[in-house]
């Protein structure tokens, strides 16, 4: 993904619109989609499935975008490169969950589907936005 657009690397489209909030942050875009499917997915599991697995889902989707945001309100370099890392290990975490639904047989069909894709959307933005980071700050 190295030399790809703004866009494709998690950050806001051009010059024309500059990162001023977290919230300019593709990645952390998708990642709220991605928590959005995750909680209405987590509903569909059997209900003594809903507390157990269905929290840990929560938990980790809302990490997400959470650590995205978190690290982006620290400043770029080394601060939010380890947020992005925390987020990326949250969303390996939350496929790891989701497949484990699959197996069993508690999700499928679309909502499995969703996940899974913006899991790997956002795969892809948060790779390009570590690699657009400085490996080292002085």
């Known amino acids: 993904m190295a030399g790809g657009t703004q866009a494709e690397q998690g950050r806001a ?3 024309e619109n500059p990162i001023r909030t977290y919230r300019d942050l593709v990645a952390w875009q998708v990642g709220m989609e991605l928590a959005a499917a ?4 987590a509903d569909l599991l059997p209900t003594d499935q809903r507390f157990a697995l269905g929290m ?28 992005l890392v925390i987020a990326r290990g949250s ?3 939350l496929q790891t969950q989701a497949e484990l639904a699959r197996r069993m047989g ?8 969703e996940v899974r894709e913006l899991s ?5 933005l948060v790779a390009g936005l570590l690699k657009s980071l400085p490996r080292r700050t002085k």
């Open 106 to 113: 508690w999700l499928s069909g679309g909502s499995l589907r």
């Open 38 to 41: 995750v909680l209405r997915a």
């Open 91 to 93: 969303f390996f975490e």
């Open 13 to 15: 489209d051009s010059g």
């Open 56 to 83: 840990q889902m929560r938990r980790a989707a809302v990490s997400v975008p959470s650590n995205i945001a978190e690290g982006f309100g620290r400043g770029a370099g080394k601060e939010f490169r380890r947020f």
């Open 120 to 124: 790997h959307r956002l795969d892809a």
